[in-house]
Structures are given as structure tokens and as C-alpha cells.
């Protein structure tokens, strides 16, 4: 596709009865934790649940839909993401507490859903604490810290399939696995409701600032970073593997592995994606020669290298926190 061709698709995907927002060429590294990145073709905002189903379901089926977070586990790459990208707005992140039961909108950030529980009560939603994403995010990638998955909590998720279905499933049909689910490429997570148990506040409020301050001394929380960078292999701690290999404070240009946590790679400043992303597979490389494990990304990479153009396709699982 050449850029002629992005000028008229980016045309072709506003249809002129959406009621929220749409902006071509828009900059997805103002927002993405590791600020880094380009455009997206069209960023789209909608203003409610109708507002995106009726969008999707006018939208031409060849246009590629990616929801984007708040970009806490993202690597953009430098020739940015081609289609639609949809972020939903503050109106998608309400939070209700009944019998137990968490609601959540998709926008949602998970330490205002763990909030909620304690105020409420609900005990076992206390590890959200310690995910820097959003609802929507954690549902699609299984999202885990301290033991727990969102697969451990998950009661139903609503979600606005890619052709403007809305429908809302059980967990179990979201086939999970670690850090996967079987959402279908351009489905939109915009509720979910989570099950915990009765609790004291006073005791889940503990647990979150114990949450709280283990992350603050272990995870390099002020930095430009992504979050956990690869999977645990089978057996193994994949920060363990990065260590042993000789990679804690590695760097490529302005990339480089944490020092205080060496599972997280850091912006320094000025690096661009395409650095943080060869990172990454230098670490990979050294952690296979030191180990013979092959480690598997968890950072999600999405777009195109700089200088392929608008032509090639985001990689694996779509969607960020």
C-alpha cells in the first residue's frame, strides 16, 4: 500500500455518523509508556458501546482494527500501525461493586477496579493492584502478578466483535491459557464482571500497599518501559535467564535491559522502537546460547519498521493494556 493509498482508507474508515472522535495520522507515542513509536493511520475514540458497534459494523471489512490501552505492554513500531486503531475513552472505564460481583468498563484501569473491590469488601481482586493496564487489556492477555491470572477471576466479558456484534461470552469461552485468550483479532473488549469473596477492607487494603510497595522496590515504575518483557518459561523466571546471561544493563543506543529489574527494557530517552525491539532479541539470543531456552515475548509488537511503509501487518495477538 503506498501513501496514496493510506490517505484514502484513513477517508473511507470515518464515516460521517460517528458521534465520538477520529484523527488521522494520529501519535501514538504521546500516550505509549515506552513513548516511542508512530502514527496510528486513524485513531479512533467512540463515545459509547452503540457508537463503536455501529462504527465497526459500517467499516469496511479489509480495514485492520487493533485496540490500544493505555500502551503499558506496547512496542509501536517506528513506521506506526496501519487501519483503525480504537482507544476507548474515560466513558468506558465505570466501576460498580453488587452481590460480590466486580463490573468493569473496558477503560478501566486495574487499580480503580482493585479500589472498588476493597471499598466494597470483595477480597481476591488485589493483584490488579500491581497491573499498570486496563481492563480490556488484561482480559485479552491473561494479565497475572503475585500468583493470580484475570483468568482466576473472570466471570463474563462483553465485547464488540469486529464486524459491530455485540455479545457477551462466559470465561470459559475465552480459552485461556498463560498470558492468552482466544478473543478473535479486532474484538473489543468493552465490560468485564469478576467474582471475588467477602472480605475485610482493612485487610485487602493491606495486601494492595503491600502489593504496592514490592513493586516500587523491585520494578523500575518511573521509567519509560513496557512492563515485563518476556514470558516465564516453563520452570524458570525469564528475568533469572536474562540475569545469568549477562544481560542486566545491556544496551543498544538509548534501549536498555533494567538494572533493577532485567525482565523490563527501558527507553533512556532517545531510543526508538526498532532499538527497544532488537533489544529485546539480542537478550533473546544471549538467554539461548546461556540457557538453550528460547524465550517467548510478552510485550506485545504491533506496525511496521520505518522503513517498510503502511504494507505489513501487526504481529501475533492484537491489543495492549
Given amino acids: 500500500m503506498d501513501a496514496e493509498d493510506v490517505t484514502g ?15 488521522a495520522g494520529a501519535s501514538l507515542a504521546d500516550f505509549i509508556w515506552f513513548r516511542t513509536g508512530g502514527p496510528a493511520e486513524l485513531l479512533v475514540r467512540p463515545a459509547d458501546v452503540d457508537d463503536l458497534a455501529e462504527y465497526l459494523k459500517a467499516l469496511d471489512p479489509a480495514v485492520p482494527v487493533m485496540p490500544i490501552g493505555v500502551g503499558s505492554n506496547l512496542i509501536v513500531r517506528d513506521g506506526g500501525v496501519a ?30 477496579v482493585a479500589s472498588a473491590a476493597r471499598d466494597a469488601g470483595v477480597a481476591g481482586l488485589e493483584f490488579l493492584r500491581g497491573i499498570p493496564g486496563t481492563v480490556g487489556g488484561a482480559v485479552r492477555m491473561n494479565a497475572g502478578a503475585y500468583g493470580r491470572d484475570a483468568s482466576d477471576i473472570l466471570v463474563s466479558v462483553t465485547v ?16 485461556y491459557r498463560y498470558r492468552h485468550s482466544e478473543l478473535p483479532v479486532g474484538a473489543i473488549v468493552v465490560e468485564a464482571v469478576f467474582a471475588g469473596t467477602l472480605g475485610d477492607p482493612a485487610v485487602i487494603g493491606a495486601e494492595m500497599d503491600r502489593i504496592a510497595a514490592e513493586r516500587e522496590a523491585s520494578q523500575p515504575l518511573r521509567s519509560r518501559t513496557g512492563g515485563s518483557t ?14 545469568a546471561a549477562g544481560c542486566r544493563g545491556l544496551r543498544r543506543g ?17 531510543a526508538s522502537s526498532a532499538e527497544i525491539e532488537a533489544l529485546g532479541e539480542d537478550v533473546r539470543a544471549r538467554v539461548l546460547a546461556h540457557s538453550g531456552v528460547m524465550l517467548e515475548w510478552e510485550i ?10 503502511w504494507s505489513s501487518v501487526v504481529d501475533g495477538r492484537e491489543g495492549s493494556l
Fill in 254 to 270: 538509548d534501549a536498555q535491559v533494567s538494572e533493577k529489574h532485567c525482565n523490563f527494557l527501558l527507553n533512556l530517552g532517545g
Fill in 160 to 175: 464488540v466483535l469486529r464486524d459491530g456484534r455485540v455479545e457477551t461470552w462466559d470465561a470459559a469461552r475465552l480459552g
Fill in 9 to 23: 482508507s484513513a477517508e473511507l474508515a470515518a464515516p460521517g455518523d460517528l458521534r465520538g472522535r477520529a484523527e
Fill in 83 to 112: 487501519g483503525v486503531v480504537v482507544r476507548l475513552p474515560k466513558s468506558f472505564a465505570k466501576v460498580s461493586v453488587e452481590d460480590g460481583r466486580v463490573r468493569a468498563g473496558g477503560a478501566a484501569m486495574g487499580i480503580t
Fill in 230 to 243: 518476556f514470558k516465564n518459561p516453563e520452570g524458570h523466571k525469564a528475568w533469572a535467564l536474562v540475569d
Fill in 300 to 309: 506485545q509488537r504491533v506496525g511496521v519498521a520505518l522503513a517498510s511503509g
